[in-house]
């Protein structure tokens, strides 16, 4: 091909034996991180306490900023802001903003869930994000979140993750009696209703009285001798099911990583070590984790919350400017994953405008579906500015779209910060099964992306 034509380049066919055992140990880190922060509180918490080992202090509102600074952010435990305070005049320079978040698709427990039949008990859930939701029967499923008691003492759980641990469960049919359900369209075959966790089997014998001689009893017997649960605490609780699956390698090269939760902590994790790792102090730079993207970026804690703009208020203010000179001169990464072209489902893509595993960091100028619809649809000079600045920085990138016009699309959290006057562009790592519970990605994307979010900051 000659050297007027474009070509993706791959990343591990141009590596040399220092990039490769770069890529292979920075994966090793980032699979740490996604198997102890597999849902956004347990990933903020991570965070922050990676943070405070960088030298970040708490911010609160009304401190005084300076250059030198380095703070975060702690909302409500699901939702993080990192802010390193540059040399530059903000009011010219604006914000260097990468933002990620740290939510996934999962399966929740209800607020009323415990109820027993036929000798079993059950968990009533409502599933979390765009789930297909056959996926999630027939594997092991660990119990993850929150429960505030009657006295107001915060019980954080994890059960299902240790080897001693039980896994929790939702049951699906034999193939020998799933006639009728194999002549369903695949994304009928299983409700949401009918996502009940199995909880438990051994009724409790020792009841003075045969009403209370129940699975149920029993269950609320346990929980509330190991860990001072009553059924009320439920009413009060945050508690979710994920895979207790582990991050692995995947195939004898072991250049994949197979993980739950890949969507979007794949993005968060070079977000945040591209902060703490890069030394060069002259722009301000934002990292900002967010929560709840994955159901429209609401609440407090989504990125649609005035908390953003908040923050950049304080800054403004420290400074003696105004928010909308820092805006209008801020730019921004919405890092988060695109889907990667797979070989296996060839039609749902276009293969000249995919993402390919291993070629690179993913930029996507525009997400939505059918005619861009919901998008932030970056302006030419902003992909410009970028493109230079990774070539010249040796960054390995593509560009990809979320599959064929017509068929499918996605949004991110771009369109909600661009709405501020700041320009946007999604950028991240091509992600196969996205959204299963087991989702796979490479480890050379994932390096590309960290180096990406290093140059950006530089």
């Avoid at 102090?281 to 005035?306: F, P, R, W, Y």
């Avoid at 480890?443 to 960290?450: R, T």
């Amino acid at each position: 091909m000659s050297e007027l034509a474009y070509k993706r380049t791959n990343v591990y066919e141009v590596a040399d034996e220092k990039l490769m055992k770069a890529i292979f140990d920075y994966a090793e880190g980032y699979k740490t991180f996604i198997d102890e922060g597999k849902t956004e509180r347990e990933a903020c918490a991570y965070v922050v306490e990676a943070a405070k080992k960088a030298g970040y202090k708490p911010f609160e509102f009304g401190m005084k900023l300076k250059a030198g600074d380095k703070v975060y952010y702690d909302n409500r435990g699901k939702n993080v802001y990192l802010l390193k305070i540059g040399t530059a005049d903000v009011a010219k320079d604006g914000v260097r903003i990468i933002a990620s978040h740290i939510d996934s698709p999962r399966i929740d427990l209800k607020q009323v869930p415990l109820y027993e039949t036929d000798g079993i008990a059950f968990g009533k859930t409502h599933y979390y994000g765009g789930i297909r939701k056959y996926q999630w029967a027939a594997i092991p499923l660990a119990l993850h979140g929150t429960v505030v008691l009657a006295n107001g003492e915060a019980l954080n759980v994890k059960i299902g993750e240790d080897e001693a641990d039980p896994v929790f469960y939702i049951s699906d049919l034999l193939p020998h009696l799933a006639a009728k359900q194999n002549a369903k369209p695949l994304g009928e075959a299983i409700g949401g209703e009918d996502l009940n966790i199995w909880f438990g089997n051994v009724p409790y014998t020792a009841a003075e009285n045969d009403k209370d001689k129940t699975v149920k009893e029993n269950l609320l017997k346990i929980l509330n001798e190991k860990y001072g649960i009553t059924e009320a605490d439920f009413l009060s609780a945050e508690l979710s099911l994920v895979p207790s699956f582990k991050a692995k390698d995947i195939g004898f090269d072991r250049a994949l990583i197979g993980a739950y939760g890949h969507d979007d902590r794949v993005c968060s994790y070079p977000a945040y070590t591209a902060l703490f790792d890069e030394e060069s102090n002259e722009h301000t730079v934002m990292v900002i984790l967010a929560d709840k993207e994955e159901i429209g970026s609401e609440g407090t804690t989504g990125m649609q919350c005035a908390l953003f703009t908040d923050l950049i208020d304080e800054i403004a203010a420290s400074f003696g400017v105004t928010s909308a000179a820092i805006r209008a001169h801020s730019m921004c990464l919405s890092a988060d994953v695109n889907a990667g072209y797979d070989p296996n489902y060839p039609e749902v893509c276009e293969k000249l405008n995919s993402a390919y595993l291993s070629h690179g960091a993913g930029i996507t100028k525009f997400t939505g579906a059918r005619g861009k619809s919901g998008s932030n649809d970056a302006n030419a000079e902003y992909v410009g500015y970028l493109r230079k600045l990774f070539d010249e920085n040796g960054v390995i990138w593509q560009t990809g779209e979320m599959g064929r016009v017509d068929v499918g699309g996605g949004g991110t959290v771009a369109k909600y910060i661009a709405n501020m006057n700041i320009d946007t562009i999604d950028i991240g790592v091509p992600v196969i099964s996205m959204h299963s519970p087991y989702e796979v990605i490479s480890k050379a994307d994932l390096y590309e992306n960290y180096l990406a979010f290093r140059a950006f900051i530089k």
